[in-house]
């Protein structure tokens, strides 16, 4: 998996747990491309100190996510998904199968 799509999937699923400094410095970093510097000088602080939050706040959602397993289960449910979507393009209209896809899609992510 790539690790750009890790780490976005990671905040996805863990970033109400942190706090919003973390939050907000995690997102800069890998989901606006901020460099470490650029963000060091925004919160006036060093290029090492958000260094060392980025790398505590991923290890904190990495612990987090190999407990829940949340990253993992959602990506084999969006594979699941697909492969019924494309069974039931091959067997019914593309509306019926826009509606039953919608549907399990639901369910899915009701299942967690």
Not at 34 to 56: F, H, K, P, Y
Not at 78 to 104: C, G, H, Y
Request: one cysteine or more; aromatic letters at 8%; charged letters at 35%.
């Amino acid at each position: 998996m790539d690790k750009l799509f890790y780490r976005t999937m990671l905040l996805d699923f863990y970033g109400e747990l942190l706090t919003e400094k973390q939050y907000s410095v995690y997102e800069m970093h890998f989901l606006n491309d901020c460099s470490l510097n650029e963000i060091a000088q925004e919160l006036g602080t060093t290029r090492q100190a958000v260094w060392d939050l980025v790398n505590r706040t991923e290890k904190l959602m990495t612990g987090y996510d190999e407990k829940l397993d949340l990253v993992r289960k959602h990506i084999e449910a969006q594979r699941v998904i697909e492969e019924i979507e494309d069974i039931l393009k091959s067997a019914v209209n593309e509306s019926t199968a826009e509606k039953i896809r919608n549907k399990l899609k639901s369910l899915v992510e009701r299942e967690g």
